[in-house]
């Protein structure tokens, strides 16, 4: 902005205060100097009714949204469920990004509770350090998290059936002949992973199966940490005949782990990966996924946030919406193994 | 928020100019008042000291991004880059999608200008329409204009070097043996899109080589829209021989066509796309692309807008970031011509 109602009030040649009551619109002022006050607003652009107007009702229009990485496909088209949803209320959108650190998160979160929106969308970086977001609501903040739950009552909580998923996306691996399958995610601080994981357990269990320690890992929230696992992975004495990666970016981090060690998807490493993703169906081969309803997700945690906002005050709730899993050819059947064998598995 | 100061004047059994003044900072308001105030504020949970604040300094510390749609994950990366910059300095990232449409972009700058940020950075959605923009820079608004430029003076634009890029893009093309080009893009509102048209159609002029108006495409911004239109120009009567796909979604819109329609990529059809994306190297074939600096981007016009918000009056500029062809699969050598036939078009 720039011009302050200083700069006003001395353009006006009335008091800060006299400036600031016109400009607010409360409190009593001479015709005179509120004609001068507008003049001097008018002359120098200053533009602050909405500041104003926020200090009077309480309101900004803005809804803030903490996710871990704005860069991420994943969280771009959740903000654009959210952003379509709140710009009809005529909000708009903060964005913050956390890098998926708590305390990136709670000074992402201090700095925008503190100044400018009336509610926060959050996708909690930490199942352990949430303190920060404990405080909000026990404010009776408007809050509402998404893609990841807490253990914490009274606030919404929208996500997907992260355990379901992940119990498809394995049993699918399990019913094409594939038995020892790995687990890839990033950091188990993230509640998903936790679930993703879960889900992979019971699947295994089903069957009988055993978790291998060495073909469970976890890094961190980018592709080049994905690659890193996957490579070192896919080094090991034993090779996992099928890799569960439990997000987008895990998944790009196999293909090019695959590709850079030449092992061919799936004649030697069948992928499955939680997360549909534009391209999944341009690769050759085409990529086995979860698909999760992500626009929806954003658009759901904003509709119940504005229904807070606007003093709900029903019991909070947990709402999880449904993944689906989408065969491809990165699932195809296992190749070394015998009908009889596949059978067994099954 | 919530809580207004009506409900803690209410609370604290003062006047509502009572309560603002306090919780403002300026004014005479007696002791004990104030005290009830700051008392019926803090059991409210009321939060209004940023907002007071701006008041007074004309500063709310946040930076507003006007994109064509932050789902894109060009502009998300563009998003992250401005973003990790600002954060450094205390700033928040408001971000708006305009469905690259002048009208909702107006309404955006209205609704971001009149109320909550410091400057914004702008990718216009329309060269033609932005009088709401000439605006923003005759009242001196600090403004950066990102991606895409518009014929307006007093303005900061920080963009790539797109006719050199799409130059590059085409010259490969024909280096490699073709001739029947096709230019495929969003709407021509979008000056990037001009510019790369141009690039296009200076490597045909080098060769002297026709434009033929049936291989000149363009939709709307959207993965559907370029592959309706890929659809359309690969079932022509005479199908070219390689397409240039002018950004990311043309290139998935392009892929998606030919693999329905079952043309080979490089065998029947080459393509290279404008900017690069994470997967291009996973594909089979890996697709040829113009890489351009996006992060960067971002990171260049929130650095030319700080310092506009500090006060910097030198005279705007025009930055060009430079663009990189990377040669993939995608542009192999057209299998078509002979050796004689290539070396005529090099």
Partial sequence: MGVTINDVAALAGVSRATAARVLAGYGYVSEEARQKVYEAARQLGYRPH?????????RTKTIGL???DIENPFFAKMARGVSDTIIHEGY??????????PIDERSAIDGLCRKKVDGLIIAPASRREHSHIDELIEHKFPVVLVDRVLDVAGVDMIAVTNVEGAFDAVKHLLERGYREIAFLSDSFEISSNVERFE????ALAEKGLPIREDYIRTGSYTVEAGYREAVSLLSGTVRPEAVFAANNFM?????????????????????VGFDEMDWLELVSPTITAIAQPVYELGQVAAQRLLRRIAGDM???????????LI???SSGVNPVRTEEEIDEVR
């Fill in 50 to 58: 909405s500041i104003a107007q926020s200090m009077v009702t309480g």
């Fill in 66 to 68: 903490v996710v871990g």
């Fill in 92 to 101: 708009n959108l903060i964005v913050c990004s956390t890098n998926e650190n």
């Fill in 199 to 202: 889900g992979y357990k019971r």
């Fill in 251 to 271: 998944t790009i981090g196999v293909l090019r782990a695959a590709k850079d060690m030449h092992i061919a998807i799936p004649g030697q490493l069948a992928l």
């Fill in 314 to 324: 029903t019991r909070p709730e947990v709402i999880r919406l449904s993944t689906r």
């Fill in 327 to 329: 065969p491809r050819e």
